[in-house]
């Protein structure tokens, strides 16, 4: 059976999600990378994020800012603005939400919509996310980065895996001084962010060093550039690609999946378990809905 282990905890509850879990990703904002769908209004975006929990998502991340570089960050009031009524809307459901922010204006108001984890993508370059985190019992995802949000130029790496595992090390450390539990505490090895493709690559080779960190390990490969650049796909023609990578590291022990193409992900893990025996094969249908294409008329 799947591992609950390491656990999660979020507002003093351990989350019941079985791993692998996968979050979907709502885009508030117009401004992704990688997703050219445009959700303009709440109930889009709101609808969106019902059709991936109904699909298997145990979490869904809503975010207003872009993790692209050629343009500036919005206000924190912009973004705020954006993303918590979504936010408060799915959390009357009785959905976990992340909210995507670096912004401890945006994280604050977000948490006072009932977002239940920080997904910070700034590496703790702000600790008031983590003493947000640590007065409100909030989940906390710290992300790798060495370089600033929205910075494109970044330093390269003798060896990038340890540069990860020390620079996560050093936050675990500096979110527990900031009175965060360990238990909430998730770790992203940041794919793409401040990394060459080949340095994205050897980062997720090696994922097993990380997990002597001793938390759950969110895994974002979804549509990632590294992926486009092996595959040579643009963004929306990365599923397969990302799916590989995704494979690879869910087998290298990360557990949290954040996707964009929550219904064919949900997919690819019903049958990855079903092939390692850890769900029942469904028996036969009574009907033949399954089997072949309807005939044409």
Known sequence: MPSPEPRLRIKGEAWPATYPAVMGIVNTGGRSVSDRVRLETVEAQVARAREMVAAGAGIVDVGAESGRTDEEPRAAGEELALVAEP???????????????????????????GAGVINDTSGLADLDLARLAA???????????????????????????????????????AALDAGVDFEQIVLDPGLDYAKTPAESVEVLRRLPELRVLGRPLLLAVSRKFFVGVISDRPPLERLGGSLAALEHGLAAGAVIARVHDVEEVCAYLAVRSALRATTKVPEMPADDRLKWLPLDG
């Open 87 to 113: 936010i408060s809307e799915l959390v009357a459901d009785g959905i976990l939400v992340s909210v995507d922010t670096w912004k401890a204006e945006v994280a604050r108001g977000a948490v006072a919509a």
């Open 135 to 173: 007065e409100t019992g909030v989940g906390l995802v710290i992300m790798h980065t060495r370089v600033a949000p929205k910075e494109a130029h970044f330093p390269g790496y003798d060896d990038p895996v340890r540069e990860v595992r020390s620079f996560l090390e050093r936050r675990i450390e």
